[in-house]
């Protein structure tokens, strides 16, 4: 009787020292890698709250073998400095726009040009599709999850703008590529980054901007800017990229690429999906709110598109100096969005 005593008096040591190794809610006690993601999103953004998802599901993914720390709002780095940041180390994943990095994508400026886009679904699937075809060397220095895009920009204006000429002499909030559309269509180009503008909107510091309708829910800028002019012809979609650093990305065991990889595919359809829908958003809260919406003549598109033709055909003989197939590339993304579906 003693000696059963003591068997089970053991075996439930050896239970409880199992037990105490079993990790909790399926994940492992100690993750192998932690990693830090960093966008300019504020917080309560979608695209934050979509991206704070990536990271959970990561971690949910790998077993919690990977960690992601999430850091928007450019508490990590500012949105200017994510790719080099990327590129150092300085955060591992980083979400950003192009254009704060002039020069350094050229062949990927293409996806900024007013090429007429409808949404920025339609936009997001474009600059994939155009990285998948081309593989534009000049992300190489990082690891490229994947491109995305934003809806059709339009002018958001503090005063009414009922036509093109309008425009004249209003100071619009721009940066490095879009500031070429700012001044063809007119007005002055002034640059500054995304965080600052709300700001710089209230104090009169700038008189609009030029971006997607989802911004005046998103970043608020309704608040501040109460009028809508929409023009086709020079409706562009600013690029974004996400992307990892190198080194951390060769790190990590093939079969954790294996599962973010997989993980992208889908976020990258999430990401195109939210693009479009919050433009939706965007716009029911326009509306709602009593913007006033102007869209443009079929005369004034003409006009319009005119104007931005030349950005294009400057964009190719930039490409042409570089060396790289900017007329190729043109041609192609034009072509893609003739018969590519809006939503």
């Not at 999103?41 to 990271?55: E, I, Q, V």
């Not at 339009?154 to 005063?159: E, L, M, V």
């Not at 479009?276 to 509306?287: V, W």
């Not at 709110?289 to 598109?301: H, L, T, W, Y």
């Amino acid at each position: 009787m003693k000696n059963c005593v003591m068997r089970a008096f053991l075996c439930l040591c050896v239970i409880a020292l199992v037990a105490g190794f079993v990790p909790k809610s399926g994940f492992a006690a100690d993750p192998l890698f932690k990693l830090k993601f960093a966008t300019f999103f504020p917080p309560t953004h979608p695209h934050s709250l979509l991206h704070a998802d990536w990271c959970k599901e990561v971690e949910k993914r790998t077993n919690g073998r990977v960690t992601v720390a999430f850091f928007p709002a450019g508490t990590l780095v500012s949105a200017n400095a994510t790719y080099d940041g990327v590129v150092k180390g300085i955060v591992d994943i980083g979400l950003s726009i192009m254009s704060y990095t002039p020069g350094r994508m050229p062949l990927s400026e293409v996806i900024v040009l007013p090429l007429g886009f409808k949404t920025g679904g339609q936009a997001t699937r474009m600059a994939n599709a155009f990285y998948l075809k081309f593989k534009p060397k000049e992300y190489d220095d990082t690891h490229l999850f994947y491109l995305h895009a934003h809806g059709p920009g339009f002018f958001h204006t503090k005063t009414p703008v009922n036509k093109i000429d309008e425009l004249k002499g209003l100071r619009i909030k721009s940066d490095a590529n879009t500031s070429k559309v700012v001044a063809a269509a007119g007005a002055t180009p002034t640059t500054m980054p995304m965080l600052e503008t709300y700001d710089a909107l209230k104090r009169g510091l700038a008189d609009g901007v030029l971006l997607p309708i989802e911004t005046l829910k998103g970043w608020k800028f309704g608040e501040v800017c109460k009028y809508t002019y929409e023009n086709p012809g020079n409706s562009y979609a600013n690029g974004f990229f996400v992307t990892m650093n190198k080194e951390k990305w060769a790190a990590l065991p093939k079969d954790i690429q294996g599962i973010i990889n997989k993980l992208n595919q889908e976020w990258f359809e999430k990401q195109a999906n939210l693009w479009t829908s919050i433009d939706d958003e965007g716009r029911d809260f326009a509306i709602k709110s009593g913007q006033k919406i102007v869209m443009a003549s079929s005369e004034e598109q003409a006009v319009m598109k005119q104007r931005m033709k030349p950005i294009l055909d400057a964009y190719v003989a930039s490409m042409k100096e570089k060396g790289l197939p900017g007329e190729e590339v043109l041609k192609w993304c034009l072509d893609y969005l003739k018969t590519a579906p809006a939503r």
